[in-house]
């Protein structure tokens, strides 16, 4: 980050990661609406493109060089669109390009947020805009991710996998306290989920954890849930639930229900976060790249718009970061604003952005 010689813009220095799908399609798309709210807040963008992802692979056998962590570290901030390709495995993907990053730059926190917004129709009967809001606060560089474990006697009948997950005292520790934290600034209510019952070692692990760090915040009401139990209860009651913590696998699966829930995966922001100066954190739509839709023009480019937000905020501008936020709010409470078709309109992505272009 640095200020120009006039001392009225702010300039951040920002990687681009567009990736595969409709990832660049939706990045494109958001840029010169980035920029203007940018512009109107004194701000600017000095953004670093890269063209890694499945098409980099399928060209190069890797999904990022070999350095490419390295080349992400001095940023202010990561963008990444979406990764995925009809024709390559997913866990390529994902340890290839997402899991090196969140690891590499220790971006232990995946923070999600799940609104529902004016104007949009929840799956659930009998629940209006803001009834349910609540953020989930998933580990994102250990668990049941971690990449410890193999495969032997391939091709044989007693072929064997083991896969184990980890769970450190100060990974767990860390992002509980995190989860704690924001419940301190929300409603006061933490939500810990785990599977102590089939889990005796790793997830009471974690409960220990929560009851020694519960005790540093006395005013946040602690629940526990199986993550079974979790699930059914994000249908049956979500406007109970203000800040969720859990594992990287249950809160993987926690948060594309509360994505659901909300209305479209084409509404879900999230941030890889991690605190402090020493690394940039990472800030993505959780829509993945919908090879179904590639070209169409018309991928709902609403949750990269409010992981942008997302993003001003973390790096401070926070007045920039509600503009975003606040016209994605006030075209979705319009009812003849454009809409895409995940949220049944007809509209264009350009169409929406043009819009909330208006809006500012």
């Known amino acids: 980050m640095m200020n120009t010689d006039d001392q009225t813009t702010t300039t951040y220095d920002i990687e681009l990661i567009p990736g595969d799908g409709i990832g660049p ?12 709210v940018a512009d109107d807040h004194g701000l600017a963008f000095d953004i670093t493109r890269r063209d890694w992802g499945t098409e980099y692979y399928l060209e190069q056998g890797e999904m990022m060089p070999e350095d490419g962590v390295s ?29 090196p990053i969140r690891k590499g730059l220790d971006q ?24 349910i809001d609540f953020v ?16 032997e006697h391939r ?45 005796a070692h790793s997830m009471v692990f974690w409960d220990d954890i929560v009851e020694e760090v519960s005790e540093d915040y006395p005013s946040v009401t602690v629940e526990r849930l199986l993550v ?6 994000l249908i049956r009651r979500p406007h109970e639930f ?28 999230s941030g890889n976060i991690h605190p402090g100066d020493e690394n940039p954190s990472m800030f993505e739509p959780v829509h993945g790249s919908a090879p179904d839709i590639v070209g169409d023009g018309v991928a709902n480019p609403l949750a990269t718009v409010l992981s942008w937000s997302m993003l001003l ?5 926070k007045t920039a970061a509600t503009a975003l936020w606040d016209a994605v709010t006030n075209q979705l409470a319009d009812g003849a604003a454009p809409r895409t078709p995940d949220l049944g309109g007809d509209a264009t992505t350009e169409a929406v952005v043009d819009d909330l272009r208006s809006r500012l």
């Not at 079974?228 to 209860?233: E, F, H, L, T």
């Not at 203000?242 to 922001?269: E, K, R, Y």
């Open 25 to 36: 399609e939706v990045v494109d798309a958001a840029l010169p609406l980035i920029r203007a």
């Open 71 to 99: 080349r992400l570290a001095d940023s202010d901030a990561i963008f990444l669109g979406a990764v995925g390709h009809p024709t390559v495995p997913d866990h390529v993907t994902l340890h290839g390009l997402l899991l």
């Open 108 to 131: 232990y926190i995946c923070k999600r947020p799940n609104v529902l917004f004016e104007g949009i129709e929840t799956p659930l009967q009998g629940y209006d805009a803001g009834d």
């Open 136 to 151: 989930v606060y998933r580990e994102n560089t250990e668990g049941e991710y971690a990449d410890i474990g193999g495969r």
């Open 155 to 199: 091709g044989f009948n007693h072929e064997t996998a083991v896969q184990s997950a980890l769970f450190t005292r100060e990974g767990t520790e860390r992002i509980v306290r995190a989860a704690f934290e924001a419940a301190t600034e929300r409603d006061g209510h933490l939500t810990s989920v785990t599977k102590s019952n089939a889990q």
């Open 228 to 233: 079974d139990a979790a699930s059914m209860d």
């Open 242 to 269: 203000d800040i969720i913590v859990a594992s990287n696998l249950f809160g993987d699966i926690l948060t594309d229900i509360g994505a659901q829930i909300t209305g479209s995966m084409g509404l879900a922001p």
């Open 313 to 317: 905020e973390d790096v401070g501008e």
